[in-house]
C-alpha cells in the first residue's frame, strides 16, 4: 500500500476568481485566490521528487448534488449551478466570485476531498493531501464567504460520518489558516461529534468570528475550541498552541479520523495575513 495519497485536477486551476472593483477608481487586480500558489506547489512536488513517491489519483469524480445537500442549501446550490451557465459567471457570496463554469469546478473540489477520505478508509493508502481550489472554510449553508464556494472539508466529514457509520462516529478537523474557520465551525457547532480546532489570527476575517468564547453549544458544547493568535506569532508561538491546546485537545476527543484544513496564508510574507 502506497502510504500517502495524491489529489490534483488540472481543471480545479481553471477556477477564475475575478476582482471586485467597489468603486470606479478601484483599478482592476488579480484576485487573491488565484491558480499560481496552487501550480507552484505540485510543481515544487514534481521538481524534488516527492511526487513519484505519492499515489495520485487518477479518477476523482464531482461530488453529487446529494452531497453537497450535507452541508449547503438547495436554493444555494441551485443559484451557483444557474450563475455558473453565464458567460459572465457570477457573485456567490461576500468576496466570492467565479467565471463560466464555476459551479463544475467547485463540485469537482468537492469530489477530490471525498475520494482522499474514501482512499484512506478503503485502504488504498493510510493519508491523503488534497491540492484543490475553491477553497471551503468559510462558506456556509446559504451563501459563499472568503472566496470560498462549497465547504470542502465540513462535506468530506459529513460523507465520512454518514457512509461509514460502524467506524467513524467521532471526526477531528484541524484548521491552521490564517482566517478563522467560521463556515466549519458552523456547520457543527451543535454536533458533538466534530471536534473543530481552528489556529487563525484575532479579529483578522471574518472580524465577528473565532474568539475563544465560542465553544460550541448544546450536545456540542466543548467541540469548537478556538485559538485567535495576535498578528505576528512567529513558529515558537504555533508549535506553544499544538504542544499545549490542539494536541491535548485531539487526545481528549480521540477521533476516528482527523482532517485538515491547510492553508498557507499565516505566512509573514502573505498579504493577507
Given amino acids: 500500500m502506497r502510504r500517502v495519497g495524491y489529489v490534483f485536477e ?16 478601484v483599478q482592476p ?11 507552484r506547489l505540485h510543481n515544487l512536488l514534481l521538481a524534488s ?3 513519484k513517491h505519492l499515489h495520485h489519483f487518477q479518477d476523482v ?3 453529487t448534488v446529494e452531497q453537497i445537500l450535507y452541508i449547503h442549501s ?30 463544475d469546478i467547485a463540485i469537482l473540489a468537492v469530489g477530490g476531498m471525498l475520494r482522499a477520505v474514501d482512499a484512506i478508509m478503503q485502504e488504498e493508502v493510510q493519508c491523503a493531501y488534497a491540492l484543490v481550489r ?7 449553508k446559504n451563501h459563499a464567504m472568503g472566496f470560498c464556494i462549497f465547504n470542502n472539508v465540513a462535506i468530506a466529514a459529513k460523507h465520512l460520518l454518514i457512509t461509514y457509520p460502524e467506524k467513524i462516529k467521532k471526526i477531528a478537523i484541524v484548521d491552521y489558516d490564517v482566517h478563522h474557520g467560521n463556515g466549519t465551525q458552523d456547520s457543527f457547532y451543535d454536533d458533538e461529534h466534530v471536534l473543530l480546532i481552528s489556529l487563525h489570527q484575532d479579529r483578522n476575517y471574518p472580524l465577528d468570528s473565532g474568539f475563544i468564547e465560542e465553544v460550541g453549544i448544546d450536545k456540542g458544547k466543548g467541540t469548537t475550541v478556538n485559538v485567535p493568535l495576535p498578528p505576528g506569532s512567529g513558529r515558537g508561538c504555533y508549535k506553544y498552541a499544538f504542544d499545549e491546546v ?20 499565516a ?7
Fill in 267 to 273: 505566512s509573514y510574507a502573505d498579504p493577507l495575513s
Fill in 49 to 51: 521528487g516527492i511526487y
Fill in 29 to 39: 487586480y488579480q484576485n487573491w485566490e488565484h491558480s499560481e500558489t496552487k501550480r
Fill in 246 to 265: 490542539v494536541v491535548p485537545s485531539l487526545q481528549r476527543f480521540d477521533p476516528d479520523f482527523i482532517l485538515v484544513s491547510s492553508g498557507f496564508d
Fill in 10 to 25: 488540472e481543471k480545479c486551476m481553471w477556477h477564475n476568481p475575478f476582482s471586485i472593483q467597489f468603486t470606479p477608481l
Fill in 74 to 103: 438547495k436554493k444555494y446550490i441551485e443559484e451557483v449551478k444557474v450563475k455558473s451557465t453565464r458567460v459572465e459567471g457570477g457573485f456567490a457570496g461576500p468576496e466570492t466570485t467565479f467565471s463560466q463554469f464555476g459551479y
Fill in 61 to 63: 469524480q464531482p461530488a
Fill in 134 to 140: 475553491p477553497p471551503g472554510h468559510h462558506a456556509v
